[in-house]
């Protein structure tokens, strides 16, 4: 199975600020990867897929990049609806793992 | 509208058995895979597997494989998951995704069924 490592596992920050979490995966998996926002008791909501594509709806505050093996989810300015715990997934093969998550605090 | 809409949250006793469903409608059911996640309280999200339903073509996480099954009827546009004889240790929140779009990634989440197995 390809292992898909978030990191940081938390992140502090304040509105305004722009963050970056990065997703690392075990074998390169070209840009078959996804990220996914999630607020309590909700269901992930999809932001991006294939690596960069921004998903239908999605504020353009948030952006993906990289391939091969390393992914980062930037978020330019954040907002407060923005804090919530972020997870990428690969579809490269299966099984279609996700990471451990990023939960972006308050600072 | 795409709609991806869940059966209700479950309370079952160990070693039961139970199986929980998730309907599509709004896109094509039969040629757009659909999946399940779990998420145990306070924890991540793990892909336990996906279907097929034009072929019924059922990919499982090994993790999964042997504990659960994962089935659709594609006359009712619904995708099932279920166990034959439920642990204190499936207690979770199950969530049913379809991946309408070109790729394989989920782009429209049901609601979540929450399981609970207790004596």
């Known amino acids: 199975d390809i292992q898909m490592t978030q990191s940081p596992s938390t992140l502090s920050a304040s509105v305004g600020d722009r963050v970056a979490i990065t997703c690392r995966a075990s074998q390169t998996i070209s840009n078959w990867l996804a990220w996914y926002q999630q607020k309590p008791g909700k269901a992930p909501k999809l932001l991006i897929y294939?690596?960069?594509s921004l998903e239908d709806g999605v504020p353009s505050r948030f952006s993906g990049s990289g391939s091969g093996t390393e992914f980062t989810l930037t978020i330019s300015s954040l907002q407060p609806d923005d804090f919530a715990t972020y997870y990428c997934?690969?579809?490269?093969?299966?099984?279609?793992?996700f990471g451990q998550g990023t939960k972006l605090e308050i600072k | 509208e795409v709609q991806v809409v869940q059966s209700g949250a479950e309370m079952k006793k160990p070693g039961e058995s139970l199986k929980i469903s998730c309907k599509g409608s709004?896109?094509?059911?039969?040629?757009?895979?659909i999946g399940w996640v779990r998420q145990m309280p306070g924890k991540g999200l793990e892909w336990m597997g996906i279907?097929?339903?034009?072929?019924?073509?059922?990919r499982y996480s090994p993790s999964f494989q042997g504990q659960v099954t994962i089935s659709a009827d594609k006359s009712i546009s619904t995708a099932y998951l279920q166990w034959s004889s439920l642990k204190a240790s499936d207690t979770a929140m199950y969530f049913c995704?379809?991946?309408?779009?070109?790729?394989?990634?989920?782009?429209?989440w049901g609601q979540g069924t929450l399981v609970t197995v207790s004596p």
């Open positions: 997934q690969h579809y490269n093969n299966y099984p279609y793992t």
């Open positions: 709004g896109y094509s059911f039969t040629k757009s895979w």
């Open positions: 279907i097929y339903p034009g072929d019924s073509d059922t």
């Open positions: 294939r690596a960069s």
């Open positions: 995704a379809a991946a309408v779009g070109s790729g394989k990634n989920f782009d429209y």
